[in-house]
């Protein structure tokens, strides 16, 4: 695994080694590995004809249950499960099997009520298009289902039509919207108004583990947005790279929601305006043992909280991150009659432009720390703490949060703490 630490840092760091259960977030993760072939008593599809969808035929021929194992190489056109319990899965993984929109439609749709036994296995989801008549999800529409989508890359997807499109790469909405995505790569999608890479929205509830988004663009949210009532679990991925006018990284309009973001590494994603990593411009958030590192933004540089906001950050490293406009690293948006919330407990700030904690509220201020984290340094290190680092067992003071490795003991700040 590559160490995506900011070089600032980076040159000053001593060589370390990972600790036992260190493993690295995101879709690269050892917990991804995929063994590619067929199962045992699996229905083969294709490899791809020019002359019909091959795919979709066999879907809808399927019986409830059965294994569709497709061949490598390139499908084109739409699917739609159809609300049918069956495993789609290619046989070579997503290096070598792409369902690619050609630019004209959305590549994958879930809208029949799917749920966790409805599986899209290893594919690359590709140049799909969401039209205006949609409200977006140009690579995948999910809309009341609950599909279980795995080791998948989903690329190169638009959603730039009729009002407020969101969700270039995923659109997710809808009570009945709670879809198991992981260990999948979102990258290079873009949606015109919110949620370059993912958007979570109407009651929808999503769970992302062990995911990647890098390089992806919106307005708001250029690698994923919650609005309205939506709700997410981020846990052990990856939002890198990515471009927004505010929130680079994740952007919140959820005034009736929700979103838990643990265990996660947010890097080097950029905003124009409030929050590098981070905008949270209405609704509930938890940020918990994660790490900001080298995000840019004019206000926020790593994370901003506004409009009655309510967000609670603990257990979480600050570092190299820039605010060009002189406030804080992590901050509250005046004005303050919006009744903002954002409380800080153990957590660090070091090497930032701008102020630290800026405009938030802490209920154990000695908790917060401007320290040298000493992150071990070299291929694979992922932020691993060195030994004597004085980040460990300096988190959440709480057995709730412990640390699986050594047993028992208190939770480290960073992505290793919790586990």
Request: charged fraction near 10%; glycine fraction near 16%.
């Amino acid at each position: 695994m590559k160490s995506v630490s900011g070089s600032i840092l980076a040159a000053a760091l001593v060589l370390g080694s990972l600790p036992a259960a260190a493993v690295c977030p995101g879709s690269s993760s050892l917990q991804c590995h995929r063994v590619n072939g067929c199962p045992a008593g699996a229905q083969p599809v294709g490899p791809p004809s020019s002359s019909q969808n091959l795919i979709q035929s066999a879907i809808d021929q399927a019986q409830s249950g059965e294994v569709l194992c497709v061949a490598p190489g390139t499908y084109t056109g739409s699917l739609n499960f159809k609300g049918k319990d069956i495993v789609l899965r290619s046989s070579g993984g997503a290096a070598v099997t792409f369902l690619n929109g050609g630019g004209t439609g959305i590549v994958v749709t879930f809208n029949h009520f799917e749920g966790g036994n409805s599986v899209l296995d290893g594919f690359t989801i590709q140049n799909g298009s969401a039209p205006a008549s949609a409200p977006g999800g140009g690579g995948l529409l999910i809309v009341n289902a609950s599909p279980t989508i795995k080791n998948c890359v989903v690329r190169n997807n638009t959603a730039l039509g009729g009002s407020y499109p969101r969700g270039g790469g995923a659109y997710i909405g809808g009570s009945y919207s709670a879809p198991s995505i992981t260990c999948t790569r979102f990258e290079a999608n873009r949606a015109g108004y919110a949620g370059g890479g993912l958007a979570t929205t109407y009651f929808a509830h999503p769970y992302l583990g062990y995911d990647s988004f890098v390089g992806n663009s919106a307005p708001y949210g250029g690698g994923l947005t919650g609005h309205f009532n939506g709700r997410a679990t981020i846990e052990d991925s990856e939002i890198l790279a990515n471009s927004a006018t505010d929130g680079g990284g994740i952007h919140l309009g959820t005034p009736f929601g929700n979103a838990t973001v643990r265990r996660t590494v947010l890097a080097r994603n950029t905003a124009t305006g409030n929050g590098g990593g981070m905008w949270v411009a209405a609704g509930f958030a938890d940020v918990l043992n994660d790490i900001f590192d080298a995000n840019r933004a004019r206000t926020g540089g790593a994370a901003a909280a506004g409009f009655g906001s309510m967000v609670n950050v603990a257990s979480t490293i600050f570092v190299n991150n820039v605010t060009t406009s002189g406030t804080g690293t992590l901050v509250s948006v005046p004005p303050a009659n919006t009744n903002t919330s954002l409380v800080v407990n153990f957590s660090d700030f070091f090497n930032n432009i701008g102020g630290n904690a800026v405009g938030t509220l802490s209920t154990n201020p000695s908790s917060l720390l401007s320290v040298n984290p000493n992150f071990a340094t070299g291929a694979g290190a992922c932020y691993s703490l060195q030994s004597g680092s004085p980040l460990i067992n300096a988190g959440i003071p709480n057995y709730h949060f412990n640390d699986v490795t050594p047993s028992s003991s208190r939770n480290d700040m960073g992505i290793y703490g919790g586990k």
